[in-house]
């Protein structure tokens, strides 16, 4: 009994997921060039990039800030660490739609690391699983040929049985296999402790609470600080 209830909640869950609405300068009075501020890694600001879908996006929150990827910010600057967080959710969004708008979004600012939550909604779909795997490398491949030296990181996620015990598993060991061909970090996954808990979704039953944005900023956390 208890294997159908998580696996009925981690299928509301998924479907939820879909629901949601989507200096250098010169002297102008000499030809010698202003002198270059020093690079100092410890002070220089560096991007980190969210890109997925509504969990990213913080659906059915009161305030942004109370999203996962703002929960992160706050973190960061509780230490003084140089790095600022770009929340670029769209709910709704599928492999095929991240792959679509990615170009678009590599060209607003540089990024230093990319953390990568989409899949969940081709779940949902029955989208062909090879095509899944070939959306999320296709992202993977326009972040690096953009910037080289990104450091990237891979948000995990599941579906349940209901289209096959197969398609479930395959599905779920897409993201730590391109995680490893990557050299990704892996977040297992991004909702443990939150999925199919009530007291930490909304009133629909899906879409993680403040509190449960908390905890989800905790799994990512965990993962992230490994490469800060």
């Known amino acids: 009994m208890k294997k159908i209830v998580g696996a009925l909640s981690i299928l509301c869950i998924v479907f939820f997921l879909s629901c949601g609405n989507n200096d250098q300068r010169r002297d102008t009075k000499s030809n010698t060039p202003q002198q270059k501020t020093p690079y100092d890694p410890k002070t220089t600001i560096k991007n980190i990039l969210f890109f997925g879908n509504s969990l990213t996006a913080g ?7 109370q999203a996962f990827p703002a929960l992160i910010q706050q973190k960061i600057d509780s230490l003084k660490m140089p ?12 492999t095929s739609g991240g792959l679509g708008r990615i ?25 062909p699983l090879d095509q899944t795997r070939k959306n999320l490398q296709g992202i993977i491949d326009k972040v690096k040929a953009k910037h080289p030296n990104v450091k990237l990181v891979m948000a995990g996620m599941q579906v349940p049985p209901n289209m096959g015990q197969d398609y479930a598993t395959t599905f779920r060991n897409i993201f730590p296999e391109l995680a490893k061909k ?40 965990n993962e992230l600080k490994k490469i800060l």
């Open 182 to 221: 990557n050299n990704m970090i892996l977040i297992p996954f991004l909702l443990k402790g939150v999925g199919g808990e009530a007291k930490y979704n909304q009133r629909d039953g899906i879409h993680p609470t403040a509190e449960g944005h908390g905890i989800v900023a905790e799994n990512v956390w």
């Open 103 to 127: 170009d678009f979004i590599l060209k607003q600012q540089p990024i230093d690391i990319f953390v990568l939550e989409l899949g969940a909604n081709d779940g949902l779909r029955g989208v």
């Open 83 to 94: 790095y600022r967080v770009i929340n670029g959710g769209n709910s709704g969004e599928t």
């Open 59 to 65: 659906y059915g929150l009161d305030e942004p800030g």
